[in-house]
Nanobody
Framework: QVQLVESGGGLVQAGDSLRLSCAAS????????IAWFRQAAGKEREFVTA????????YYADSVKARFTISRDNAQNTVYLQMNSLKPEDTAVYYC????????????????WGQGTQVTVSS
């Protein structure tokens, strides 16, 4: 069982940066791939980025590549999402999710979810 809690969201202006955190409970955190998804109002949840169990492999949606960076600290049971050069279209609720084993990009392949944190980017 893994419990996830996101934090770090807020209201920023276009071009600003934010760092989201996803804190996990459990003693086997390093067994789980972690992903960030986001859901804008009226839209479907979409994949943002994912990181493998020990951080060797990362994957990004084209829309955030070169602007967002995912990282993890297994000693702290935490995954981070550094978001730079934010755009209004990045406005969404951001969720972290965990799955045992390898990274995937589809939301239905993730077992555990956090409650989400709102990111709002004004123009």
């Amino acid at each position: 069982q893994v419990q996830l809690v996101e934090s770090g969201g807020g209201l920023v202006q276009a071009g600003d940066s934010l760092r989201l955190s996803c804190a996990a409970s459990g003693r086997t955190f390093s067994s789980y791939a972690i992903a960030w998804f986001r859901q804008a109002a009226g839209k479907e949840r979409e994949f943002v980025t994912a990181i493998s169990q020990f951080g060797r492999n990362t994957y990004y949606a084209d829309s955030v590549k070169a602007r967002f960076t995912i990282s993890r600290d297994n000693a702290q049971n935490t995954v981070y999402l550094q978001m730079n050069s934010l755009k209004p279209e990045d406005t969404a609720v951001y969720y972290c999710a965990a799955r045992f084993g390898a990274t995937k990009s589809r939301s239905n392949e993730y077992t555990y979810w956090g409650q989400g944190t709102q990111v709002t980017v004004s123009s």
